[in-house]
């Protein structure tokens, strides 16, 4: 999802969400990152309202919002797990 100069890209095998600068599109650069979280496992759909990040993750039902209103120290807010596959 890119919104100004900023794109957040879900991380798939490192269950982040990722922060990366693209005010230079020749040379983008992640700023920031949440870390792995084993409530996101397998990180794969994402949407932004506002200043928060909703993210799903594929292997564990996982859903969470991350607060990015200082997209360089993105921070998880919330995160649930569902021991039933969404898919």
């Keep these: 999802k890119v919104e100004g100069n900023y794109a957040y890209v879900t991380a798939y095998s490192t269950n982040s969400l990722d922060v990366v600068d693209i005010s230079n599109p020749a040379a983008p650069f992640e700023t920031a990152t949440t870390g792995g979280s084993n409530d ?20 564990n039902g996982g859903v969470g919002t991350v607060d990015v209103s200082t997209p360089t120290s993105p921070t998880i807010s919330r995160a649930t797990t569902s021991s039933t596959w969404i898919g």
């Excluded at 996101?40 to 292997?59: C, D, M, Q, Y």
């Design 40 to 59: 996101l496992h397998g990180l794969w759909a994402i949407e932004k309202i506002g200043n928060t990040v909703l993210v799903s993750g594929f292997n």
